[in-house]
């Protein structure tokens, strides 16, 4: 296993807020994001340009991407839904747009109400449109291992998305384990496979930690040729069947772990975990990480014996 960096695109604006159930107001956002671009991010998930009302949260997307102290060097990436999401972002100057596609026709079928390969026949006005426009595709398909509705899913059907996804001219496809149903062994067989028949393909992991196995799914998928990731600061972002259980793999545990392995991130971890702290001050129901709770390897403790010492002084 080489020590090749990582890259790690924050989510939190999007997967993080979209799951609160408190209003975050515009300003709150526009200085949450400011800050996650001051941890060294070069890629950062800003938003969803989903219809107002199916998602209220994400009402203001538009105003937040036109007030963010937006650097140069990092990418912009939000999710699109359909034609009129896609108008938007290219509109409001995004980098890149992520298309939303689920493996299973279950889990399809209850969020973009169309089965699988019929949701990604309405792909086909979306790709169009983004032509000519320097705005770039990426694809994605949620419940890659597993779904809650219909269990594993079968290989043979991420390589028949994946061949539709290319006939799309899309080739950078982020696989998510949206309710956190993935092992490691699992996720290399998969990688392994799909890796295989599509070597030109840039496949990225967005992994949740709802079964506490993100982490180990994060370093097999680095041990198979993954470099991107996604994460969540303060692991905001639910799981949406369990209401307590975790979501989004925290930064700060993703950053922490590989860091530790001596796989660079670039990323400030002392900045992002004030960042977590000050987040789960504020909401402090959603914050949950590891970090949060033990501190990095690194913060050295007083040993009991020289405790002792100083108390008998
Ligand atoms: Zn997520």
Do not use: W
Not at 220 to 240: K, L, M, N, R, Y
């Amino acid at each position: 296993m080489s020590n090749r960096p990582i890259t790690i695109t924050e989510v939190c604006p999007r997967d993080g807020f979209q799951s609160m159930p408190e209003t975050i107001p515009t300003d709150e956002k526009v200085e949450i994001i400011n800050r996650i671009f001051d941890c060294g991010f070069k890629q950062v998930e800003v938003t969803s340009f989903v219809h107002p009302k199916a998602i209220p949260q994400m009402r203001d997307a538009d105003e937040v991407l036109q007030r963010i102290n937006r650097p140069k060097d990092v990418i912009l990436r939000a999710l699109v839904p359909n034609l009129r999401g896609m108008e938007r972002a290219i509109a409001a100057k995004v980098d890149k747009v992520k298309l939303m596609l689920s493996a299973s026709d279950s889990h399809s079928l209850n969020n973009a109400n169309a089965h699988t390969f019929q949701a990604m026949e309405g792909f086909k006005p979306l790709v169009e449109r983004a032509k000519g426009t320097d705005v770039k595709i990426g694809g994605s398909i949620s419940v890659a291992f597993g779904c809650p509705y219909e269990g594993e899913v079968p290989i043979k059907r991420h390589l028949e998305i994946c061949k539709r996804y290319e006939q799309l001219g899309i080739t950078d496809i982020s696989l998510a384990d949206t309710t956190g149903m993935a092992n490691p062994f699992q996720v290399k067989r998969i990688l392994r496979e799909l890796r295989e028949h599509y070597p030109s393909f840039h496949f990225s992991l967005h992994l949740h930690n709802t079964r506490g196995m993100a982490f180990a799914n994060a370093v097999a998928g680095f041990e198979e040729g993954v470099t991107d990731f996604d994460s969540s600061i303060a692991g905001f972002g639910g799981c949406p069947y369990a209401p307590d259980a975790s979501g989004n793999i925290a930064t700060e545990d993703l950053v922490h772990g590989f860091e530790e392995m001596g796989i660079a991130t670039a990323i400030d971890l002392d900045k992002v975990i004030e960042l977590a702290k000050d987040l789960q001050e504020r909401y402090p129901a959603q914050a949950d990480s590891f970090i949060l709770k033990a501190g990095k390897c690194s913060d050295l403790h007083i040993a009991p014996s020289a405790q002792q010492k100083i108390g008998g002084q």
